[in-house]
């Protein structure tokens, strides 16, 4: 089992710039391939950025490419986005997701948890 908690969330402005955090729990974390996802009001459940378990690689939508920076921390049992340039259409509620193992990060449905999720509004 698995707990995810997201922090960091907020209010900026368009331009600005936030860093979520994604504390988990566990002793296997560093197993985890682990992912950013958001979901804006009336809108489906997306996928931001993804992080593999073995070897490090990233992966991004292409709507945050060059703006949002996905990294983890194993020792720290930690993962983070950094997002920059920040624009009222990243307005949504970001969630922090685990998957055991799994190469293939972009699909929501191949997570194990989820965390609850933050708040980040972007006003223009």
């Known amino acids: 089992q698995v707990q995810l908690v997201e922090s960091g969330g907020g209010l900026v402005q368009a331009g600005g710039s936030l860093r979520l955090s994604c504390a988990a729990s566990?002793?296997?974390?560093?197993?985890?391939?682990m992912g950013w996802f958001r979901q804006a009001p009336g809108k489906e459940r997306e996928f931001v950025a993804g992080?593999?378990?073995?070897?490090?690689?990233?992966y991004y939508a292409d709507s945050v490419k060059g703006r949002f920076t996905i990294s983890r921390d194993n020792a720290k049992n930690a993962v983070y986005l950094q997002m920059n340039s920040l624009q009222p259409e990243d307005t949504a509620v970001y969630y922090c997701a685990a998957a055991w193992r799994k190469y293939n990060v972009y699909e929501s449905a191949g997570y194990d948890y989820w965390g609850q999720g933050t708040q980040v509004t972007v006003s223009s």
């Open positions: 566990g002793r296997t974390f560093s197993s985890y391939a």
């Open positions: 992080i593999s378990w073995i070897g490090g690689s990233t």
